[in-house]
């Protein structure tokens, strides 16, 4: 398989901005970048929404809850985040 349309989500954080840096630079691809303001992955609906009026050949997740001090706090939301949105893309 040829991977030609990617999605990228979390495109607001150091990684997602990183790829995007390194996508331009790179024509054989068309990479779809989604911040957490365009895209919470913990939105069920809207990533499926999402998902199914694309075409992606592959999703790179960098979204993620990377602040540890505060996770200790809202380990709900990380969570969240980290484990229920993430069993979200790949259903």
Known sequence: MVV???LVTG??????????IVSSKNKD?????????ELD???????EMIISQNNFDLIIN?????????AQIEQIKANKVN?????NIVN
């Open 4 to 6: 030609k349309n990617i």
């Open 11 to 20: 495109s607001g954080g150091q990684l997602g901005n990183q790829l995007k």
């Open 29 to 37: 691809y068309n990479f779809s970048f989604f911040s957490k303001v």
């Open 41 to 47: 992955i913990s939105d069920v609906k809207k990533l």
């Open 62 to 70: 960098c979204a993620a809850f990377t602040n540890v001090d505060l």
């Open 83 to 87: 484990n229920i949105a993430v069993q």
